[in-house]
């Protein structure tokens, strides 16, 4: 199956491509599984321009953004990382989750991201790279109830100056897009798994459970009916099991929402 084309329900790629041609950068806040990786391939797709990732985490170092010295032969020489690669190419950029980065590295990122849009490579020879007039970034964030994110520091927030929200998607929309990943006709065992899932969501937003279910869940709850199972089996694997993890009250509590809206 071809990859599902991206439901734009709330004019992301419009807000995208008014940045994209006045040269603005573009931070994308949303919590997990609500497309915002999704948006931003469909984007570059739409674009054809090549898109570059790096993904952020405590473990992400300057050198993933700037390069690393390697030895072939005998001989030093420079790796360019994908920071520098996409500034000399004039790539779109995609910064993921990066407020799960360390100081030191957002530190270096604001460096190439300020109005020169140019990086010294002090690692390497020192010279200065400047970014090609058409070098476009897009970062996102999750909001700071996720783990292992930080407040982006506000020199660094100011270098995103259109911020696009993403929020889960209205239920009908919702359907729209586990429908472009489903074959079979499971439309109103589909809706039920979106109310489960707004329901958990919304619990989860209260800080009554643990965890919220992204479109992700809701997808894989639509391709597991493809493959035959029932919707309760399903509703209970991709939605209930996960809240094992915090204890057996917590589980309890979910598997009661599932019972109650998927019967016995």
Do not use: C
């Amino acid at each position: 199956m071809e990859e599902a084309q991206y439901l734009d329900w709330n004019n992301s790629n419009h807000i995208l491509n008014k940045a994209y041609e006045a040269g603005l950068f573009v931070l994308i806040i949303g919590p997990k599984g609500t497309g915002k990786t999704s948006l931003v391939r469909d984007f570059a797709k739409k674009k054809n321009v090549n898109l570059e990732s790096i993904n952020f985490s405590l473990r992400t170092r300057e050198s993933h953004l700037v390069g690393t010295k390697t030895l072939t032969d005998g001989t030093v020489s420079f790796d360019e990382g994908l920071l520098i690669k996409s500034m000399r190419n004039g790539d779109m950029l995609y910064l993921d989750e990066i407020n799960s980065a360390e100081a030191d590295v957002l530190l270096r990122l604001d460096e190439a991201l300020d109005d020169r849009r140019q990086i010294a490579l002090k690692e390497s020879t020192g010279e200065i790279v400047k970014a090609k007039d058409n070098w476009f970034v897009v970062a996102t964030i999750n909001p700071l109830t996720h783990s292992g994110t930080k407040e982006l520091p506000p020199q660094l927030l100011s270098r995103f100056p259109v911020r696009i929200r993403l929020e889960y998607p209205p239920e009908d929309i919702e359907l729209e897009i586990v429908k472009k990943h489903v074959s079979g006709n499971y439309e109103s065992e589909i809706i039920q798994a979106i109310k489960l899932a707004n329901t958990l969501r919304q619990a989860a937003a209260v800080e009554e459970l643990f965890y919220s279910p992204s479109l992700r869940e809701t997808i894989a709850f639509g391709k597991l009916l493809d493959k035959g199972m029932s919707p309760k089996e399903v509703a209970d694997i991709v939605f209930g099991n996960v809240y094992t993890q915090w204890g057996n009250i917590e589980y309890q509590k979910v598997r009661d929402i599932i019972t109650s809206m998927f019967g016995n």
